[in-house]
Protein backbone atom coordinates (compact mmCIF):
# COMPACT_ATOMS: atom_id res chain seq x y z
CA UNK A 1 0.00 0.00 0.00
CA UNK A 2 1.40 2.98 -0.99
CA UNK A 3 1.87 5.83 1.90
CA UNK A 4 3.07 9.32 2.24
CA UNK A 5 3.43 11.01 5.71
CA UNK A 6 4.34 14.65 5.92
CA UNK A 7 5.94 16.00 9.03
CA UNK A 8 7.93 19.11 10.45
CA UNK A 9 5.27 21.76 10.42
CA UNK A 10 4.19 24.01 12.93
CA UNK A 11 4.25 27.52 14.27
CA UNK A 12 7.06 29.60 12.69
CA UNK A 13 7.56 33.40 13.09
CA UNK A 14 7.93 35.44 9.49
CA UNK A 15 11.24 35.33 8.40
CA UNK A 16 11.80 31.92 9.88
CA UNK A 17 12.74 28.53 8.31
CA UNK A 18 11.21 25.37 8.67
CA UNK A 19 11.88 21.78 6.66
CA UNK A 20 9.15 19.88 6.08
CA UNK A 21 10.18 15.38 5.39
CA UNK A 22 7.85 13.08 3.83
CA UNK A 23 8.40 9.20 4.28
CA UNK A 24 7.04 7.32 1.76
CA UNK A 25 6.45 3.60 1.89
CA UNK A 26 4.36 1.07 0.15
CA UNK A 27 6.34 1.55 -3.78
CA UNK A 28 9.83 1.87 -5.02
CA UNK A 29 10.49 5.45 -3.96
CA UNK A 30 13.24 6.35 -6.50
CA UNK A 31 11.43 5.20 -9.58
CA UNK A 32 9.23 8.13 -9.38
CA UNK A 33 9.11 12.01 -9.45
CA UNK A 34 7.62 13.38 -6.51
CA UNK A 35 6.09 16.87 -5.27
CA UNK A 36 4.42 19.63 -3.08
CA UNK A 37 1.16 20.85 -2.86
CA UNK A 38 -0.05 23.26 -0.36
CA UNK A 39 -3.58 24.63 0.13
CA UNK A 40 -4.68 27.91 1.93
CA UNK A 41 -6.68 27.52 5.03
CA UNK A 42 -9.83 27.67 3.72
CA UNK A 43 -8.91 28.59 0.06
CA UNK A 44 -7.59 26.68 -2.74
CA UNK A 45 -4.57 24.23 -4.00
CA UNK A 46 -1.49 25.69 -4.88
CA UNK A 47 1.43 23.67 -6.33
CA UNK A 48 4.35 24.43 -5.23
CA UNK A 49 7.30 21.92 -6.49
CA UNK A 50 8.70 18.76 -7.99
CA UNK A 51 11.47 16.86 -8.43
CA UNK A 52 12.85 14.36 -10.64
CA UNK A 53 13.58 10.56 -9.73
CA UNK A 54 17.22 11.59 -9.33
CA UNK A 55 17.18 14.52 -7.98
CA UNK A 56 18.56 16.48 -11.34
CA UNK A 57 15.82 18.23 -12.32
CA UNK A 58 13.69 20.80 -9.94
CA UNK A 59 10.71 22.89 -10.21
CA UNK A 60 9.21 25.51 -8.26
CA UNK A 61 5.96 27.98 -8.67
CA UNK A 62 7.47 31.49 -8.79
CA UNK A 63 6.54 32.45 -5.53
CA UNK A 64 8.52 30.26 -3.66
CA UNK A 65 11.79 29.97 -5.65
CA UNK A 66 14.96 31.27 -4.17
CA UNK A 67 13.02 30.77 -0.71
CA UNK A 68 11.96 26.95 -0.67
CA UNK A 69 14.60 24.27 -2.33
CA UNK A 70 12.97 20.16 -2.54
CA UNK A 71 15.10 17.59 -2.17
CA UNK A 72 14.98 13.72 -1.82
CA UNK A 73 17.28 10.94 -0.41
CA UNK A 74 16.46 8.21 -2.01
CA UNK A 75 18.06 5.69 0.33
CA UNK A 76 16.02 6.83 3.40
CA UNK A 77 12.76 6.83 1.04
CA UNK A 78 12.33 10.87 1.86
CA UNK A 79 11.27 13.59 0.20
CA UNK A 80 12.28 17.44 2.01
CA UNK A 81 11.07 20.92 1.06
CA UNK A 82 13.30 23.43 3.02
CA UNK A 83 11.66 26.37 3.31
CA UNK A 84 13.25 29.74 4.34
CA UNK A 85 12.71 33.52 4.62
CA UNK A 86 8.92 32.59 5.30
CA UNK A 87 6.24 34.46 5.20
CA UNK A 88 2.16 34.90 6.30
CA UNK A 89 1.10 33.97 3.12
CA UNK A 90 3.10 30.69 3.28
CA UNK A 91 0.84 29.63 5.72
CA UNK A 92 -0.98 26.61 4.17
CA UNK A 93 -1.42 22.71 4.92
CA UNK A 94 1.80 21.33 2.57
CA UNK A 95 0.61 17.85 1.06
CA UNK A 96 3.41 15.85 -0.33
CA UNK A 97 2.34 13.93 -3.68
CA UNK A 98 3.54 11.06 -6.13
CA UNK A 99 3.95 12.18 -9.68
CA UNK A 100 3.36 9.56 -11.91
CA UNK A 101 3.26 8.94 -15.92
CA UNK A 102 0.25 8.07 -17.87
CA UNK A 103 1.89 4.80 -19.63
CA UNK A 104 -0.93 4.68 -22.13
CA UNK A 105 -0.53 8.51 -23.08
CA UNK A 106 2.34 9.65 -21.60
CA UNK A 107 0.85 12.38 -19.33
CA UNK A 108 1.73 13.02 -15.97
CA UNK A 109 -0.58 13.10 -12.76
CA UNK A 110 -0.89 13.47 -9.25
CA UNK A 111 -1.89 10.18 -8.18
CA UNK A 112 -0.98 9.47 -4.37
CA UNK A 113 -0.70 12.03 -1.50
CA UNK A 114 -0.12 12.34 1.68
CA UNK A 115 -2.51 13.94 4.64
CA UNK A 116 -0.46 17.13 5.52
CA UNK A 117 1.38 19.37 7.48
CA UNK A 118 -0.03 22.44 8.68
CA UNK A 119 2.88 25.22 8.48
CA UNK A 120 1.48 28.53 10.44
CA UNK A 121 3.49 31.80 9.58
CA UNK A 122 2.64 34.07 12.22
CA UNK A 123 4.04 36.93 14.76
CA UNK B 1 1.46 30.31 -16.92
CA UNK B 2 -1.55 28.68 -17.40
CA UNK B 3 -4.63 29.88 -15.94
CA UNK B 4 -7.49 27.35 -15.22
CA UNK B 5 -11.05 28.74 -14.51
CA UNK B 6 -13.52 26.46 -12.88
CA UNK B 7 -17.26 27.03 -12.82
CA UNK B 8 -19.06 26.91 -10.59
CA UNK B 9 -17.46 27.67 -7.62
CA UNK B 10 -19.91 26.83 -5.39
CA UNK B 11 -23.16 24.33 -6.26
CA UNK B 12 -26.00 23.04 -4.10
CA UNK B 13 -27.42 19.98 -5.29
CA UNK B 14 -29.73 16.77 -4.07
CA UNK B 15 -28.66 13.61 -3.63
CA UNK B 16 -29.28 11.61 -6.69
CA UNK B 17 -28.75 15.15 -8.94
CA UNK B 18 -26.48 14.97 -12.11
CA UNK B 19 -24.08 17.82 -11.50
CA UNK B 20 -21.52 18.62 -13.89
CA UNK B 21 -18.31 21.14 -13.37
CA UNK B 22 -16.45 22.94 -16.00
CA UNK B 23 -12.85 23.60 -16.04
CA UNK B 24 -11.48 26.00 -19.22
CA UNK B 25 -7.88 26.52 -19.95
CA UNK B 26 -6.16 30.13 -20.89
CA UNK B 27 -4.43 27.50 -23.40
CA UNK B 28 -4.89 24.04 -25.09
CA UNK B 29 -3.42 21.64 -22.88
CA UNK B 30 -4.54 18.46 -25.09
CA UNK B 31 -5.71 15.76 -22.22
CA UNK B 32 -3.00 16.87 -19.71
CA UNK B 33 -5.61 17.17 -17.06
CA UNK B 34 -6.59 15.60 -13.77
CA UNK B 35 -10.11 16.22 -11.40
CA UNK B 36 -9.35 15.50 -7.44
CA UNK B 37 -12.05 15.33 -4.37
CA UNK B 38 -11.09 17.65 -1.61
CA UNK B 39 -12.95 16.40 2.26
CA UNK B 40 -11.71 18.44 5.51
CA UNK B 41 -8.84 16.15 7.13
CA UNK B 42 -9.10 13.68 4.48
CA UNK B 43 -6.00 12.79 1.89
CA UNK B 44 -6.84 14.60 -1.53
CA UNK B 45 -8.06 11.56 -4.32
CA UNK B 46 -7.71 11.21 -7.67
CA UNK B 47 -10.84 10.73 -9.86
CA UNK B 48 -9.72 11.63 -13.66
CA UNK B 49 -6.73 11.58 -15.08
CA UNK B 50 -5.71 11.95 -18.60
CA UNK B 51 -8.93 14.17 -19.20
CA UNK B 52 -11.31 11.47 -18.90
CA UNK B 53 -9.79 7.99 -17.65
CA UNK B 54 -10.90 6.78 -14.54
CA UNK B 55 -8.48 6.05 -11.75
CA UNK B 56 -9.09 2.30 -10.18
CA UNK B 57 -11.49 2.24 -7.73
CA UNK B 58 -13.14 5.47 -8.27
CA UNK B 59 -16.82 4.96 -8.97
CA UNK B 60 -18.47 4.55 -12.32
CA UNK B 61 -20.80 7.40 -12.10
CA UNK B 62 -17.70 10.07 -12.24
CA UNK B 63 -16.56 10.94 -15.60
CA UNK B 64 -14.43 13.54 -17.29
CA UNK B 65 -14.46 14.71 -20.87
CA UNK B 66 -12.79 17.23 -22.72
CA UNK B 67 -9.67 18.36 -24.52
CA UNK B 68 -7.68 21.26 -25.51
CA UNK B 69 -9.42 24.09 -23.37
CA UNK B 70 -12.40 22.76 -22.27
CA UNK B 71 -13.08 20.30 -20.11
CA UNK B 72 -15.73 18.54 -17.76
CA UNK B 73 -16.48 16.29 -14.76
CA UNK B 74 -19.53 15.06 -14.29
CA UNK B 75 -21.21 13.37 -11.59
CA UNK B 76 -24.28 11.26 -12.97
CA UNK B 77 -26.07 10.51 -9.70
CA UNK B 78 -24.94 12.56 -6.74
CA UNK B 79 -24.03 10.41 -3.69
CA UNK B 80 -24.01 11.31 -0.23
CA UNK B 81 -20.45 11.14 0.35
CA UNK B 82 -19.49 13.08 -2.87
CA UNK B 83 -19.78 16.74 -1.36
CA UNK B 84 -16.64 17.86 -0.92
CA UNK B 85 -14.81 20.10 -3.07
CA UNK B 86 -13.39 19.38 -6.64
CA UNK B 87 -10.38 20.91 -8.44
CA UNK B 88 -9.36 20.34 -12.15
CA UNK B 89 -5.38 20.81 -12.18
CA UNK B 90 -2.84 21.03 -15.46
CA UNK B 91 0.03 19.36 -16.29
CA UNK B 92 1.02 20.92 -19.91
CA UNK B 93 3.53 22.82 -18.69
CA UNK B 94 5.27 24.30 -15.66
CA UNK B 95 4.34 26.27 -13.38
CA UNK B 96 1.61 23.04 -12.51
CA UNK B 97 -1.66 25.43 -12.15
CA UNK B 98 -5.24 24.40 -10.23
CA UNK B 99 -8.54 25.57 -11.04
CA UNK B 100 -10.39 27.65 -7.76
CA UNK B 101 -12.63 24.50 -7.24
CA UNK B 102 -15.94 24.09 -6.58
CA UNK B 103 -17.84 23.25 -3.28
CA UNK B 104 -20.81 20.89 -3.82
CA UNK B 105 -23.01 21.32 -1.11
CA UNK B 106 -26.10 19.60 0.22
CA UNK B 107 -29.33 21.09 -1.02
Known amino acids: EVQLVESGGGLVQPGGSLRLSCAAS????????MGWVRQDPGKGLEWVAN????????YYVDSVKGLFTISRDNARNSLYLQMNSLRAEDTAVYYC????????????????WGQGTLVTVSS | DIQLTQSPSFLSASVGDRVTITCRASQGISSHLAWYQLKPGKVPNLLIFTASTLQSGVPSRFSGSGSGTEFTLTISSLQPEDFATYYCLQFKSYPLTFGGGTKVEIK
Open chain 1, 26 to 33: GFTFSNYF
Open chain 1, 97 to 112: ARYVRDTVVGNYYFDY
Open chain 1, 51 to 58: IKQDGSEK
